[in-house]
């Protein structure tokens, strides 16, 4: 399993301009083959930071995922509102056990 996390930030008044391209990007991205969850949040305490978490069944599934069209569509979005700051790492999960 490859699991994603990150973070970007954008001017906090920019936020809002952005959850219409998550939720449409969201929905698309969790009927993808090999998506096992995809979510975005916006952070409680710290007001234009987003955090990215997602799960994918492999390397293949995820690389597919950011050649589609919604991700290209996301990808726009996010020029648009002024990413100030985008990091997000995948990893290949070992072994692991619910806590």
Known sequence: MIVVTGD????????AKLR???RSVIEATRL???????????????????RISERW???????AHGQ???VAA????LKEAGVI?????GYEAGTGRAL
């Open 32 to 50: 993808e083959d090999g998506c096992l969850s995809y979510a975005y949040g916006e952070d409680v305490l710290d007001p234009g930071l987003v």
């Open 8 to 15: 970007l930030r954008v001017a906090p008044e920019n936020v």
């Open 85 to 89: 700051h985008r990091e997000v790492v």
């Open 74 to 77: 996301w990808h726009a979005a």
């Open 57 to 63: 069944l492999n390397w293949q599934s995820l690389e």
């Open 68 to 70: 589609s069209a919604h």
């Open 20 to 22: 219409d391209a998550m």
